[in-house]
């Protein structure tokens, strides 16, 4: 079936480590997007992708990092400069329509 | 500063019954406004879309207004079912390049039996 794979879904993180995300999409979209949802708020645009091998920065890139090497892959890196990094993580690819994975919920211990 | 408030925040409703949201925004030039049902711990699934020239649009229980010149919207669920436990979300988009998202804070809708 066609879609969005994230994983992990569930992710504990140490203060002081990096973490990656992992999203894939077998759309054929050239367009991929990272949010960030937190309780009550709208989802945040952290990086954007709208083709291969070149992204661009969201509202609320900083402590973030990503790359594009595929068109299938879009892996959003969560660094240590990240200060409060615990949230819903959602990644979606499309134009227009946005098709949204299941997310992945990080947790800083 | 392109907007989107929806409200109320959220709302319990009795198995059967009727209720609307809504969503109001100041996002411009407007492109097109979707709705979204966000099941708790998953990812958002279009339920709508509509562009300007759209005054209502249905999708089975759930139907969607649009006024552009007031710049509300309203998602109407008929005969609320438990499966309609979730949150809904309200997105406008902007006419420009890259057609930028707006996103609303959504809705909690917990339908009781």
């Known amino acids: 079936d066609g879609g969005i794979t994230q994983s992990p879904k569930y992710l504990f993180r140490k203060e002081g480590q990096n973490v990656t995300l992992s999203c894939e999409q077998n759309?054929?979209?050239?367009?991929m997007y990272w949010y960030r949802q937190d309780p009550g708020q709208g989802l945040r645009l952290i990086y954007y992708s709208q083709i291969v091998n070149d992204f661009q920065k969201g509202d609320i890139a900083e402590g973030y990092s990503v790359s594009r090497e595929k068109k299938e892959s879009f892996p959003l890196t969560v660094t240590s400069a990240q200060k409060n990094p615990t949230a819903f993580y959602l990644c979606?690819?499309?134009?227009?329509?946005?098709?949204f994975g299941e997310g992945s919920r990080l947790t800083v211990l | 500063k392109n907007q989107v408030e929806q409200s109320p925040q959220s709302l319990i409703i009795l198995e059967g019954k009727n209720c609307t949201l809504q969503c109001n925004y100041t996002v411009s030039p407007f492109s097109n406004l979707r709705w979204y049902k966000q099941d708790t711990g998953r990812g958002p699934v279009s339920l709508t879309i509509m562009t300007f020239s759209e005054n209502t649009k249905s999708n089975g229980r759930y139907t969607a207004t649009l006024d552009a010149d007031t710049k509300q919207s309203s998602l109407h669920i008929t005969a609320s079912q438990l499966s309609d436990s979730a949150s809904y979300i309200c997105?406008?988009?902007?006419?420009?390049?890259?057609?930028?998202?707006?996103f609303g804070g959504g809705t909690r809708v917990l339908v009781k039996p």
């Open positions: 979606a690819s499309g134009f227009g329509e946005l098709f």
């Open positions: 759309l054929n979209h050239d367009a």
């Open positions: 997105v406008v988009s902007a006419e420009a390049a890259g057609n930028k998202l707006t």
